[in-house]
């Protein structure tokens, strides 16, 4: 009887143990943030605050936190934490663009906006996207080329740089539309098609 009491102590102690693991490991899941989100957070609330250049380092380290969670996490972090979202990747940028074009820095802002198009070109990136986050990413794709091409059109130099201005020779323009020549007949974002 005495060695059936002490099997049995011995499996209750065993699964209180495992039980005191999934519990401390689970509350430290449920406390977990996502570096990606928190410094996309304080970037948006640096912003909004007027403090530019601590706004952009904020947005960078979001970006950052997007590229190093891509690249270096385990299988055992694939499994546990959610995936770096390419999404929040690409609004990091789009909010850095806006912050350098604000602290009135144009290339740098026009290399924050292209990158920004570069994770998030509007096209749902694949079979993977539902419906309605598919047209929500269109939508801000749309968002950062009109940007785009609002700085481009603002600053001739910045679009000449990028091989996307109205050149240098003396040549005819003819009737070509130049992108971003003709305002929207949408308010707010524009007519994609005049872009």
Do not use: C
């Amino acid at each position: 009887m005495n060695a059936l009491k002490q099997k049995r102590n011995r499996w209750f102690l065993a699964g209180l143990i495992a039980g005191l693991l999934l519990l401390f490991y689970g509350l430290g899941l449920a406390m977990w943030q996502s570096p990606q989100v928190y410094y996309y957070n304080l970037g948006v609330k640096l912003y909004a605050g007027g403090d530019l250049p601590h706004a952009v380092q904020s947005f960078d380290r979001s970006l950052s936190a997007y590229k190093s969670s891509a690249r270096n996490s385990t299988w055992l972090e694939r499994f546990v934490y959610p995936k770096p979202d390419r999404e929040l990747a690409a609004l990091a940028d789009f909010q850095k663009g806006k912050v350098l074009i604000r602290a009135q820095q144009g290339q740098p802002a026009v290399d924050a906006l292209e990158e920004s198009l570069m994770l998030n070109p509007g096209n749902g990136y694949g079979d993977d996207v539902s419906a309605p986050d598919a047209v929500r990413m269109h939508e801000e794709a749309l968002v950062v080329k009109y940007d785009l091409e609002l700085l481009f059109k603002n600053n001739p130099s910045l679009a000449q740089q990028q091989g996307k201005g109205k050149g240098k020779g003396k040549g005819d323009k003819g009737d070509k539309q130049v992108p971003g020549t003709e305002p929207g007949k949408q308010p707010g974002k524009g007519n994609r098609d005049d872009i």
